[in-house]
């Protein structure tokens, strides 16, 4: 049997998530979805795009049970069965566009068990997995150019792209020293006409001083779909450089 290529997407049922999702069903792939709830379509497609589609339905604000559920199904695998094995870490949470001071603590710890708990412990759990496979083996997590920039009202979402980017740089420097460590990258993916777009065009000028900014994108058409958003991604995933800067931004 010729060897596969092994995806694990989160955040796969909607969104750029989605999209990516969609153009990774292909023969000769396996796709391992994490998200909230499972995508019906994508099950449609995978049987007569001859292709392998597993979803799992998981909350990932309990990062550490998934990443158990992770790790448990990657060390029965056959590691010579796949010809590379890639961790997509894209899921991500924008809790009430509110400053610090009104946010419910519950909101904020959530944003951050998805956003950055979630990421560390399943690139723990597959690099701890596949760590012997014969595999080429890659991690990209999905940034955003708030984890660069300060904007107010935006802390959860900010702290946990930051901590993203940082925690990157870190592992990087870990596999660099292994004959064949697996290569990591954080990217941004640009500005996307998704459902995150949405809350924050449409949030309160009060609470939120950037609105206008957001909603200035959208109708200047300066937002990129879904689709032509995983395209760019999945292409800076299969250039022959990925890693070499371990926090990137897909428009570089």
């Known amino acids: 049997m010729k060897p596969q290529h092994l995806t694990i997407l989160t955040g796969a049922s909607r969104g750029m998530g989605l999209a990516m999702a969609e153009q990774l069903l292909a023969p000769g792939h396996t796709l391992l979805c994490i998200s909230r709830q499972a995508n019906p379509k994508l099950a449609e497609r995978a049987p007569a795009l001859d292709a392998q589609l597993m979803q ?11 990443s158990q559920r992770l790790l448990a199904w990657l060390q029965g695998q056959p590691g010579d069965g796949f010809a590379s094995a890639t961790l997509i870490n894209n899921a991500g949470v924008i809790p009430p566009i509110a400053p610090l001071s009104l946010s419910d603590p519950a909101e904020l710890a959530q944003a951050l068990r998805v956003g950055l708990e979630a ?49 990157t740089r870190c592992l990087a420097l870990d ?46 058409g300066q937002l990129t779909s879904p689709h032509e958003a995983a395209s760019r991604v999945l292409a800076y995933l299969a250039r022959a450089d990925f890693g070499q800067n371990p926090v990137a931004d897909v428009r570089e």
């Open 56 to 66: 799992w339905t998981e909350d990932l604000a309990q990062a550490e049970a998934v």
């Open 175 to 220: 596999e660099a020293l292994k004959p064949r460590g697996a290569k990591v990258c954080s990217l941004a993916p640009g500005v996307i006409d998704t459902d995150m777009q949405v809350q924050l065009r449409c949030a309160d000028d009060a609470l939120f001083p950037d609105r206008k900014g957001f909603a200035g994108l959208h109708q200047g």
């Open 119 to 167: 990421p560390m412990m399943l690139s723990a759990a597959f690099l701890s997995a596949t760590g012997h496979w014969p595999a080429k083996r890659k991690i990209l997590n999905i940034s955003s150019g708030l984890g660069r920039r300060a904007m107010a009202s935006q802390s959860a979402y900010c702290a946990a792209k930051a901590g993203m980017d940082h925690f």
